[in-house]
């Protein structure tokens, strides 16, 4: 005779695991996601960046990475900008994101005609998650090298979070349109535009909604590091 399933002989025998069992299985679960974390770390060209160490790795990387002009790439055309030397953490950190290719499909997300354009952000996933995986961080201002929001210059806004001193958010720029020198002291300027301020006059001119978000995605392609 055929056993069905409820046949009591052909019940398998269960146990409960021991409080050692299961402790062991999370000693080496934790060990297997440490190793895990290590293995990932040590395939990262840099560290994650943070309050503690961001200051740091841009003191040493802008002694590694001299380059001092970026071209902007969007639809509307080229944007060629000099990094000003004299404000070496600002520049740093702007070439370290353009080689990291953070820049790449980000936004012009705030416009106004003949004041600024704004970009480094999108509320596009994929960007938040690179983000995430350079670091937060933010960067100190750096107000006193002579220079001031005149027409064409490329100042980092502040974070607008828990933050009394207005340090820098690192992943955001302006292109000032005017000479708003309202601005001086508060903002980093650190570069200015050598060639294509026209574009960013376009740009600035196109429809936006009552925040100053342009109707049409005015994307960056890319921020190209230039000899």
Known sequence: MLLS???SNS?????TPSESDIDSL???QSS???QDSIDEDSKREFPYLNANNAMEFFLQYEKQHKENKVRI???YGNIDILLFNETK???ANFIFLAKQHYFDHTQFYRVIENYIIQGGSTDDQDVMDRRRGIGKYLLPTDTER?????RGVISMPSSDRDNPYKLASPYEFFIVLRDVHELDGDYTIFGRV???LDVADTIANVDTDDADWPLKNVYIKRIEVLE
Do not use: A, L, P, S
């Not at 019940?11 to 146990?15: G, L, S």
């Open 194 to 196: 050598i060639d294509g």
């Open 89 to 91: 953490f600002h520049r």
């Open 146 to 150: 002579g220079f001031h929001h005149d």
């Open 5 to 7: 399933c409820n046949d």
């Open 11 to 15: 019940k398998v025998k269960q146990t």
């Open 73 to 75: 790439v969007t639809d």
């Open 32 to 34: 297997t996601e440490t």
């Open 26 to 28: 999370k000693t080496e």
